[in-house]
């Protein structure tokens, strides 16, 4: 009998500790980042406005899941997942350490390589653990949810080592251990990486000799390039957007992205060789993205507005010491540890009972309960409007409906994207999958501009404008969900 991680693949086991030391790298630097960027030069930060410190933030964090689609790309036609998960790792681990280095120049350089490095690894692990599973089904979404959990690992412990060294210690080393995490997840990877055998080794161009590649999409990716520059400089020419603000840049790059997501879309339908299952499955795969999209521009306040409320206007003294920021953003992964297993069983029974939701309901449970989470904290921004510090709890229980949301949708998204995707594209339509939270997180920078720490009575409202948005959306996914449901056929 061959070797079984948790009863799974043992190649899950490989995947399951490199995505957690990378998630660990990621979200450690995270919890640091707007922090660092809106503090005072005197206390070694970059004294950045909270409205330019939510652009870049945005911005990078945009740009960590827009990669993915070129490093899916580059993937699937030219050096196999392996590899790019691999070169990805390094690069990423290069760009913390160059975040250790204090100047504003080294910050972006830092920040442009974790980004470049992320979109080669992020998606192509996800791409593996789905190849991992030919057969689909059930055990694919548990082994979804098993990995779900190493990222969520890595997610809790890295804010915590990370936090207190950069808040308590120096901003730097804090970045600096980031980089440690990403050293120890490439060191995992490269002597377990025979646990996965030739899933993932080899480039997917093969897999359909009638699939049309090469020239057509050479010249495909030159019209979007040229579109997209022209478009660029009409809207600077309109005054539309300031291309030389932070927040004018970052305006700029959601209508680009938006325009080249749909796009890439229409082309894979009228293009891409599929027949009609296919496309409707493909057109639901788009609905996904974009519930998703609304979804992270909501969740992905915790490292922006919500961080800045836990620093400012949250009372955080234990006993006589006061805990770092940043550990607050171990709330939201400490909750899914402890409840994805939680999940998972309620979704097995469920299914027996075949009372089990289907994915486009769970996606509109999860975008409501987002909702839910944000009206807390307009009760939060009304007593910080009072004058009052609030209490932690208010954030925590808004972490907890966040996380319940995200287990709603997060997992179930990652699996159903795999399964519904044609088979010469998965990796790219994890890419798209990561265009989709790209998108909400440049949304997520956009709103917290809006933030101004100094302005505390414009918090409620604010808050509000994102309970109304989510809930909006997920009474949306809520009414097409009978339709989403036909066209996915069988897919579950």
Same mark, same amino acid.
């Given at each position: ?57 945005? #911005? ?8 993915? +689609? ?55 692990? !996800? ?19 098993? %990995? ?52 993932? +080794? ?16 050479? $010249?495909?990716?030159?019209? %979007? ?28 790059? %959601? ?13 894979? #339908? ?17 609905? #996904? ?53 939680? %999940? ?8 027996? *009972? $075949? ?54 949708? !997060?997992?179930?998204? #990652? ?23 790209? *998108? ?37 996914? +809520?009414?097409? !969900? ?11």
């Amino acid at each position: 009998m061959s070797k079984q991680f948790f009863g799974h693949p043992i190649g899950l086991s490989t995947l399951f500790f490199t995505e957690m030391w990378e998630r660990f790298s990621y979200y450690g630097m995270r919890a640091l980042l707007i922090l660092f960027m809106v503090a005072a030069t005197e206390s070694g930060g970059l004294g950045f406005s909270s409205e330019e410190a939510a652009a870049i933030y945005g #911005l990078y964090t945009c740009g960590v899941y827009l990669l993915t +689609l070129p490093g899916g790309w580059l993937a699937d036609r030219v050096i196999g997942a392996q590899k790019a998960i691999w070169y990805g790792g390094i690069i990423i681990m290069l760009g913390h350490f160059t975040l250790a280095i204090p100047s504003e120049t080294t910050f972006f350089l830092g920040l442009g390589l974790i980004v470049i490095g992320t979109g080669l690894l992020k998606p192509n692990v !996800s791409a593996i653990v789905g190849d991992l599973y030919p057969e689909g089904g059930a055990r694919r979404d548990a082994g979804f949810s098993v %990995f779900y959990m190493g990222i969520n690992i890595g997610a809790f412990l890295g804010p915590l080592v990370c936090s207190y060294l950069g808040e308590e210690v120096n901003w730097h080393a804090g970045f600096a251990f980031a980089g440690v995490g990403m050293f120890f997840g490439l060191v995992q990877f490269h002597f377990m990486k025979k646990n996965l055998g030739e899933v993932g +080794l080899q480039p997917n161009i093969n897999m359909d000799k009638n699939a049309k590649f090469g020239s057509g999409n050479n $010249q495909l990716a030159a019209v %979007f390039g040229i579109g997209a520059v022209l478009l660029l400089v009409a809207l600077q020419y309109m005054g539309i957007i300031d291309l030389y603000t932070p927040r004018g840049l970052a305006e700029a790059t %959601f209508v680009i992205i938006g325009v080249v997501a749909v796009g890439y879309f229409a082309y894979v #339908l009228l293009a891409g060789g599929l027949d009609g299952d296919e496309k409707r499955k493909v057109v639901v795969i788009f609905v #996904l993205v974009m519930a998703a999209a609304m979804f992270w521009a909501g969740f992905e306040q915790a490292g922006s507005s919500l961080n800045l409320f836990g620093e400012r206007y949250t009372n955080r003294m234990v006993g006589g010491w006061e805990i770092p920021a940043g550990w607050l953003q171990s709330v939201n992964p400490m909750f899914i540890i402890i409840f994805s297993p939680i %999940f998972g069983a309620l979704w097995v029974k469920l299914a027996m *009972l $075949q009372l089990n939701p289907r994915t486009p309901i769970k996606f509109a449970l999860g975008l409501i309960l987002l909702a839910l989470g944000f009206f807390v904290m307009v009760q939060a921004a009304g007593i910080a409007a009072s004058g009052l510090p609030a209490s932690p709890f208010f954030l925590i229980l808004t972490y907890f409906l966040h996380t319940s949301g995200e287990l709603c949708l !997060s997992p179930v998204g #990652l699996s159903t994207t795999t399964k519904l995707a044609p088979r010469r594209y998965v990796s790219q339509m994890m890419g798209m999958w990561f265009v989709g939270t790209a *998108l909400g997180n440049l949304v997520a920078g956009l709103v917290a501009g809006a933030f101004d720490p100094e302005n505390v009575q414009q918090m409620p409202d604010l808050f509000m404008s994102v309970v109304l948005s989510t809930g909006g959306a997920g009474l949306v996914i +809520l009414a097409l !969900s009978p339709w989403m449901q036909r066209w996915m056929g069988e897919i579950k």
